[in-house]
């Protein structure tokens, strides 16, 4: 290898370990013993709150890990800084039976390892029961890891859910204010397009508290289509919903609607996210019944027909 390729390599690596040195000088100074050494074949496993380096092919993934999406190049470069240096911050899982173990946090350095060839992985081995590996899992996460805006609403959801946590309480345990749990909630109740633009980064949190000032599922969708075409910024998306409350008039006070059943409302939706903007269907008990899709505009029926093809 040339010098500068060399010398290139390692500043890639260095890059890739930077995220996690801040962890490892803390784990050093409160006494842990450090794990070095690759492809160790070390199989003292079994202590619990402990390191030790543990087969890859004896963990697997915590099927409720909060994060889903995992940015490739980065693997890719944090794999190359592994082959080089190991790893440096241990991951953390618990033990679930003879030689398994299940991983809480580091999924993306479990993925690296893979990708690097290594065989086995330095890691905290900890022992807790399902719902205190769910709660450390989530919590874990959200402290340690890049999540995006919804995974984080998504882990805020399941701790309510599944931990039986209030809003307080996980804003105490992550030591944020409440309003700010709130909002992140708020955002699981946005339409599926506008969550994985969300997700994707193609908008901003910012953008997505300020749609979701609007009531109607159309009207989200159509300031979610201008801001994605136009480029809006956070503040022109607030000034627009802002426009578009003052404009509407008081509705009329509707009878309640027949509840829809639940095939047919997943249907509903289904078409409302095909179309990006309010569908409603009606269905009879003898089985006839219609299909109302609301356009925002002429240049969003135009939309809509597009999709149809029409």
Partial sequence: MSQVNKKQGLGKGIRALLDTIDEEIKTTKEGVPAVSGQNSNNNNNTNTNNIARIPLDQIAVNPKQPRHDFDAQALSELAESIKLHDIIQ??????IGQNKFQLISGERRLRASKMAGLVDIPAYVRSADSQGVLEMALLENLQRENLNAIEIALSYRQLMDECGLTQEQVAERMKKERSTVANYLRLLKLPPDI???VR????TMGHARAIIGLEQVEQQLYVFRETMQRGLSVRQVEQMVKD???ERAPAA????????PHAYKRIEDNMA???STRVKLD???NGKGTVVIEFYNDEDLERIMDKMKL
């Fill in 200 to 203: 994707d980064n193609q908008i």
């Fill in 273 to 275: 996210s095909h179309f």
């Fill in 90 to 95: 241990p991951i953390t899982v618990i033990k």
């Fill in 283 to 285: 269905r009879k008990k």
């Fill in 195 to 197: 969550q994985k633009a």
């Fill in 253 to 260: 006070p509707k009878a309640p609607a027949a509840k829809l």
């Fill in 244 to 246: 578009m409350v003052s």
